[in-house]
């Protein structure tokens, strides 16, 4: 279900809930701007803690993706999480991602335990996550990815 209202904007010391990924104020999924619309802070000082949180060996990543699988957007009832588990097809895309992304990693062995480190397992799990967010984001949720790449393009 999907409402035409605009999400809730933060009321800095007022917590709100339930958690809601946003639809105004998202850069991408809304996670950081939903994030500080709960918490009752701004949202640049999310953003800046989620960007940090990234240096810190892809942490940020996949905490922030995890929340954007996780977490309903604003005036929808299912998360993208909820969506791929209904969609049978959709699970079997994610899940052939996630075995490439992992014999890919395997394959490498040396060469990106040497070239990136601790951060290739994280990186290969955010572009899993990034197929799951596609496959599984309503309408509306994809309409705004596109217009970020065509943004951005």
């Known amino acids: 279900m999907t409402s035409p209202l605009r999400s809730p904007l933060p009321i800095i010391g007022v917590p709100q809930r339930p958690m809601t990924r946003s639809t105004d104020g998202a850069v991408l ?3 950081c701007a939903g994030l500080a619309v709960r918490l009752g802070v701004r949202e640049q000082m999310v953003r800046i ?6 240096l810190f060996f892809g942490a940020g990543l996949l905490i922030y993706m995890a929340a954007w ?12 999480a909820q969506r791929l588990i209904g969609a049978r097809r959709e699970s079997h895309i994610i899940l052939l991602t996630l075995l490439f992304a992992l014999i890919a990693l ?13 951060t290739s397992w994280p990186v290969l799990l955010g572009l899993v996550a990034v197929v799951a967010v596609w496959f599984g984001a309503s309408r509306e949720e994809k309409s705004h990815l596109q217009d970020v790449v065509n943004a951005s393009v």
């Open 69 to 80: 699988l996780s977490v309903p957007r604003w005036g929808e009832d299912l998360s993208v």
């Open 29 to 31: 999924g809304g996670v």
């Open 49 to 54: 803690v989620v960007s940090l949180s990234v």
């Open 106 to 118: 395997l394959a490498l062995g040396d060469f990106a335990k040497h070239w990136t480190g601790a």
